[in-house]
T-cell receptor, first 110, second 117 residues
Framework: RKEVEQDPGPFNVPEGATVAFNCTYS??????FFWYRQDCRKEPKLLMS???SGNEDGRFTAQLNRASQYISLLIRDSKLSDSATYLC???????????FGSGTKLNVKP | GAVVSQHPSRVICKSGTSVKIECRSL??????MFWYRQFPKQSLMLMAT?????????EQGVEKDKFLINHASLTLSTLTVTSAHPEDSSFYIC?????????????FGPGTRLTVL
């Protein structure tokens, strides 16, 4: 079983739409959780950390459910510039090793 | 934020040659760096953890004799792909953990695209 699983998409949405991505992780010892964004042929960039209480950053809201080992990302009012692949990332805390999901591709269309 | 650089950004080589990729932390020290590989349309896969002044630790299934890692200073780690073959063609990315709270953010280099002919 993969460490982190995501729906690969693609999600094709119009500008202004709300879109949600989900992710599950297999190791209950995982300690830190993140969403990264990766543009084509570029390195990943941190979008936001995910906290148990849920957290919001502008149009982006992240949720964590430790009991279900489930992480979500909600994007409101999608912009063309949101088109990218969104990576769910889990850190078990041991030496900061990161485990990446395969990514969910988002295409925002005019 | 912290900056990590990689060199070269792109390399094309013949099968059988060795290729060295450098990863540098520009404005902070990194006792640990990580090397990832990403094949097209796939996720980043952690290859190894590079430890300054000691041997790298490799993930299961990664050949340590093929992917040589040297972390000779607090700002430089190198990955050498020895006797490269076409199946080694991939996007190689390094990262280093940040030095500020919460200490678990990773800063990624821009990646090196390797093509082995």
């Amino acid at each position: 079983r993969k460490e982190v699983e995501q729906d690969p998409g693609p999600f094709n949405v119009p500008e202004g739409a709300t879109v949600a991505f989900n992710c599950t992780y297999s190791n209950s010892a995982s300690q830190s959780f993140f969403w990264y964004r990766q543009d084509c042929r570029k390195e990943p960039k941190l979008l936001m950390s995910v906290y148990s209480s849920g957290n919001e950053d502008g149009r982006f809201t992240a949720q964590l459910n430790r009991a279900s080992q489930y992480i979500s990302l909600l994007i409101r009012d999608s912009k063309l510039s949101d088109s990218a692949t969104y990576l769910c990332v889990v850190n078990r805390g041991n030496f900061n090793k990161f485990y990446f999901g395969s990514g969910t591709k988002l295409n925002v269309k005019p | 934020g912290a900056v990590v650089s990689q060199h070269p950004s792109r390399v094309i080589c013949k099968s059988g040659t060795s290729v060295k990729i450098e990863c540098r932390s520009l404005d902070f020290q990194a006792t640990t760096m990580f090397w990832y590989r990403q094949f097209p349309k796939q996720s980043l896969m952690l290859m190894a953890t590079s430890n300054e002044g000691s041997k790298a630790t490799y993930e299961q299934g990664v050949e340590k004799d093929k992917f040589l890692i040297n972390h000779a200073s607090l700002t430089l780690s190198t990955l050498t792909v020895t006797s490269a073959h076409p199946e080694d063609s991939s996007f190689y990315i390094c990262s280093a953990p940040g030095t500020k709270r919460p200490y678990n953010e990773q800063f990624f280099g821009p990646g090196t695209r390797l093509t082995v002919l």
